[in-house]
């Protein structure tokens, strides 16, 4: 005697959460990368209850738009702060709302926050 089962509709619906769960954790995830210019590497010094901490600042332009991008605390003593990057060169980077993402050579991603944007001067 076959008796009908809820399992095969609970079966059912748990592969579908999983399946649309994983489908919008892979669109999340994407970035779009284009390619800029690293116009400048500097830093920052930024004061938080009395405690005062540097950042490097990286200077990408794509298309018409510099974007100043606040990267991680450095240590006191960094060595490089541009992490392989080397200034002129072309670096892949992604704009997502507020923040930009740099690809290293390495293929590693620096993530920073984005503090300001300008329209690049156009030359002559």
Same mark, same amino acid.
Not at 10 to 30: D, E, K, N, T
Not at 53 to 74: T, W
Not at 78 to 88: N, S, Y
Not at 89 to 103: C, E, F, R, S
């Given at each position: 005697?076959?008796?009908? &089962?809820?399992?095969?509709?609970?079966?059912?619906?748990? !592969? &579908?959460?999983?399946?649309? #769960?994983?489908?919008?954790?892979?669109? $999340?995830?994407?970035?779009?990368?284009?390619? @800029?210019?690293?116009?400048?590497?500097?830093?920052?010094?930024? !004061?938080?209850? $009395?405690? &005062? &901490?540097?950042?490097?600042?990286?200077?990408?332009?794509? $298309?018409?738009?510099?974007?100043? #991008?606040?990267?991680?605390?450095?240590?006191?003593?960094? @060595?490089?702060?541009?992490?392989?990057?080397?200034? @002129?060169?072309? !670096?892949?980077?992604?704009?997502? @709302?507020?923040?930009?993402?740099?690809? *290293?050579?390495?293929?590693?991603?620096?993530?920073?926050?984005?503090?300001? *944007?300008? *329209?690049? !001067?156009?030359?002559?």
């Amino acid at each position: 005697m076959n008796k009908p &089962s809820l399992v095969t509709p609970l079966r059912i619906f748990m !592969v &579908s959460c999983l399946l649309l #769960g994983a489908v919008c954790w892979c669109r $999340g995830a994407h970035k779009e990368f284009q390619t @800029g210019t690293l116009l400048d590497i500097g830093s920052d010094e930024k !004061v938080k209850k $009395g405690n &005062s &901490s540097e950042y490097a600042i990286y200077q990408v332009q794509i $298309g018409d738009l510099v974007y100043f #991008g606040r990267g991680e605390k450095q240590e006191k003593h960094p @060595g490089d702060a541009g992490r392989g990057l080397i200034v @002129g060169d072309p !670096v892949q980077a992604a704009i997502d @709302g507020n923040d930009m993402i740099l690809q *290293r050579p390495d293929g590693k991603e620096i993530k920073t926050k984005i503090i300001k *944007r300008q *329209r690049a !001067v156009p030359k002559p």
